[in-house]
């Protein structure tokens, strides 16, 4: 398992797993445009040149809002997400980033799950912030900085 940063070139993969995971994907256009931004940072899990999952976050300054991770359906369960998830959160520290914010849906108890484990905090809820009108759960974690 090797994990990356993306190449333009895995944008085609990177959205095509966007629809497979989320009810409400990011457009590739969208997936572009975050792609070429300075302040994003991005990582993708791939194996024997196949893509497996992926993550961004987009990090203007000291804090930075995780994006997305997704991992393929039929990878699940292997640990992938959790290195998607590190992996970020290194590059996020050495380029200055003090804490990652992010929004899970409440119904999501793997991601939760995932993210508890990790260090991140519950802080509070967006009642209906999806789309669908789902809450989202907004977590916290603070970096280590050395």
């Not at 993708?44 to 987009?58: C, H, N, P, S, T």
């Not at 260090?119 to 974690?141: F, H, I, S, T």
């Amino acid at each position: 398992m090797q994990y990356r940063k993306w190449a333009y070139e895995d944008i085609l993969a990177v959205a095509a797993l966007e629809k497979e995971c989320f009810r409400d994907p990011w457009s590739y256009r969208m997936l572009a445009d975050s792609f070429f931004s300075d302040s994003t940072i991005t990582v993708l899990a791939e194996e024997d040149g196949k893509v497996l999952g992926y993550g961004f976050l987009i990090a203007p300054g000291e804090d930075a809002d995780l994006a997305n991770i997704a991992v393929g359906t039929e990878y699940r369960r292997r640990g992938i997400a959790q290195g998607i998830l590190q992996s970020l959160e290194k590059r996020a520290a050495s380029t200055g980033v003090r804490r990652i914010f992010l929004e899970v849906r409440v119904s999501n108890a793997p991601a939760m799950s995932l993210y508890l484990k990790e260090g991140y905090v519950g802080r509070y809820v967006r009642p209906r912030y999806y789309g669908d009108g789902e809450d989202a759960l907004v977590m916290e974690k603070l970096l280590p900085q050395g």
